[in-house]
């Protein structure tokens, strides 16, 4: 999911003095095809396409690609949600909502949660990002809030597929912490995707995706 796929998305002007094509240029080709190739050994009984996701974050998406930017555009496909979001803490929009990024980059994030990560402390799922080396699948962390957001919309923008969503209720952790609280994306229902705090009484639900830039 190129600017060329947020241009067909959003118009031209979505994504303005980004380059249509050449972003692909800025990829390492042959680093993404081994993590395509490895992704087989977390997800055996799936295709790599339907384990990993290609993204390009946009520094200019929307006038500057943020959490508030993008639940703009999605409120196209969700024009009930006044934000875009079917449920956003209210603390993330203020203290994060417009934090952009200073320069655009792709990520390579997994298109569900790690296996057996439900139900596992946050150091346990840091710890099953790491191990992801020890199979070639090297450079992974937890995902950013923004990063979370922007891939898993993405892909309903596109073919409308509800990733981490609410028949399982599941949700990742991310990165940030506001006011004490880790964040958490996921949920994805038809009325929309949920940005919250991670609750204790929802930590069956709650596991972890991993993300590669570059």
Known sequence: FGNDKWSQCFGPDVIKDEPIGEDFASLPWSEVIEDFRNIKKVFPERKATDSLMLVRLPKTLNGGLSINSLGTLATQHFPANVNGYRNIWANIVQQLGNQ??????WVLMTKDILPESR??????????VADLANQSLVGYRVPGILEAITCILSQYFDSRMRLFGDKHSTYTR??????GSQLVAGGF???GLN???YYDFVSGNVAIAALRKF
């Open 174 to 179: 991310c990165l940030e912490r506001v006011d």
């Open 195 to 197: 940005v919250d705090k």
């Open 189 to 191: 229902s038809p009325d």
């Open 100 to 105: 952009s990024i200073s320069e655009s980059y």
């Open 119 to 128: 139900c596992q402390s946050y150091g346990t799922q840091q710890q099953m």
